[in-house]
């Protein structure tokens, strides 16, 4: 079952455009969200994070909007630069505030490819 | 500020065999979590370690099983390996239980014959 949905496995964008990577999901106990972005034969990288209090966060080209009542985040980015180009993850954080047994639960990941 | 390291970089086995796979968390991070990727999914947790203790575990058998080192350094340790235990093998550290952000390492490939 999985619980951290990405459903486009791939989005292709030209250079200076806006990327919009979408993740939705089933639990509404998930209290914090992750976007990871993954090159090939490297770990993910932390991106942008948000707060379940919050609808929106914002850093620099990235910004993540969190909407609960659909369950549902998005990713944008403006503008797309090919450096973007790479697998980007959406991964949601579950437990207590004091982090007892706080795990991430991931998307499978959307493949982003800017064209110049 | 080092990141999060991990040696080795790839590894293959054959069925049966034990692997141990290390992790040196970042530099002030006291917890240190594993995550195999399979190809084509989504990073898939296994365990979480905090100040040398085991704090949480995922769906993984006991054949899984970990370490953490008074340096906070971890190592994970596979016994029994199998066919389908070939996967991307990552390590995360944050600061601390209560901190959201996890930092990864570049991950190990253990291909599984």
């Known amino acids: 079952d999985q619980q951290v949905k990405q459903n486009s496995p791939s989005l292709s964008v030209q250079e200076g455009r806006i990327s919009i990577l979408n993740c939705d999901y089933t639990?509404?106990?998930?209290?914090?969200f992750l976007w990871y972005k993954k090159y090939p034969a490297e770990g993910p990288t932390f991106l942008i994070s948000?707060?379940?209090i919050k609808d929106k966060n914002e850093d620099g080209r990235f910004t993540v909007f969190l909407n609960k009542s659909a369950k549902h985040l998005s990713l944008h980015i403006v503008p797309s630069q090919p450096g973007d180009s790479a697998v980007y993850f959406c991964?949601?954080?579950?437990?207590?505030?004091?982090?007892?047994?706080?795990?991430?639960?991931w998307g499978l990941g959307t493949s982003l490819a800017v064209n110049p | 500020e080092t990141g999060v390291t991990q040696s080795p970089t790839h590894l293959i086995k054959t069925r049966g065999q034990q692997v141990t796979l290390r992790c040196s968390s970042q530099?002030?991070?006291?917890?240190v979590s594993w995550y195999q990727q399979a190809l084509g999914q989504g990073p898939q947790f296994i365990f979480q370690?905090?100040?040398?203790?085991?704090?949480g575990r995922g769906n993984f058998p006991p054949r899984f099983s970990g370490l953490q080192f008074p340096n906070y350094s971890s190592e994970l340790n596979v016994n029994a390996l199998e066919l389908d235990d070939s996967a991307l093998y990552l390590c995360?550290?944050?600061?601390?239980?209560?901190?959201?952000?996890?930092?990864f390492g570049p991950g190990t490939r253990l291909l599984v014959l």
């Open positions: 995360a550290s944050r600061k601390g239980l209560g901190e959201e952000t996890q930092y």
């Open positions: 530099s002030g991070h006291n917890t």
């Open positions: 370690y905090y100040r040398e203790e085991e704090n």
């Open positions: 639990n509404s106990m998930f209290d914090y």
């Open positions: 948000i707060s379940s």
């Open positions: 991964a949601a954080s579950l437990g207590g505030y004091a982090g007892n047994n706080r795990k991430l639960i």
